[in-house]
């Protein structure tokens, strides 16, 4: 077994060094046709950089289309929203209401009470569908609109402390 690693090790060894002399011969070569290269591939960096330009507005657009993050300016209180009030305490929560209705967005008002907090609401196979943070001396708006009735779980999404865990409580949505 030591061997085996040992031959290994040794031809690894003899790869790179070979790798080595290779390009240390080769070397003066390139240097004669070096400018070029340098035209050659300052072509290519100029047309990567287009090409990357392009692929990030892209992504980056097709992404937060519609933008997820809801304006923080604005009331919700109006016929089109439903407002839920939720603070975010050690360790539990409260909800005011705790019950919405489908097919409405919601615009929950999140803040912590002592600590930084994370609001997160969970479906009922847990799976994440909208998140905040709850944080101390700011309200967090939070627009969701659920498609499906059912109990939805809220857990904290940031350690809070000894009973962090045990920050569940329920949405109803009917
Ligand atoms: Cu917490």
């Given at each position: 077994m030591i061997s085996t690693v040992y031959a290994i090790s040794l031809a690894g060894m003899a790869f790179i060094a070979a790798v080595f002399i290779?390009?240390?011969?080769?070397s003066k070569?390139?240097?004669?046709?070096?400018?070029?290269?340098?035209?050659?591939?300052?072509g290519v960096r100029g047309?990567?950089?287009?090409?990357l330009a392009?692929?990030?507005?892209t992504v980056t657009f097709l992404s937060t289309s519609p933008y997820?993050?809801?304006?923080?300016?604005?009331?919700?209180?109006?016929?089109?929203?439903?407002v839920v009030k939720v603070g975010a305490h050690q360790w539990y929560?409260?909800?005011?209401p705790n019950t919405v209705?489908?097919?409405?967005?919601?615009?929950?008002y999140v803040t912590g009470e002592d600590v930084n907090h994370g609001f997160g609401v969970y479906?009922?196979?847990?799976?994440?569908?909208?998140?905040?943070?709850?944080?101390?001396?700011?309200?967090?708006?939070?627009?969701?609109t659920f498609d499906k009735p059912g109990k939805y779980k809220i857990l904290c999404l940031e350690y809070c402390g000894l009973a962090h865990h045990a920050m569940i409580t329920e949405l109803t949505v009917n």
């Open positions: 290779f390009v240390i011969k080769n070569e390139v240097e004669a046709d070096y400018p070029s290269v340098i035209q050659k591939w300052y047309k990567w950089f287009i090409f392009i692929l990030g507005i997820p993050i809801a304006d923080q300016e604005k009331t919700y209180e109006d016929n089109e929203h439903q929560w409260t909800m005011v209705e489908s097919g409405k967005p919601v615009a929950f479906d009922d196979n847990l799976t994440l569908v909208a998140q905040t943070q709850a944080m101390p001396g700011y309200t967090n708006k939070l627009i969701h």
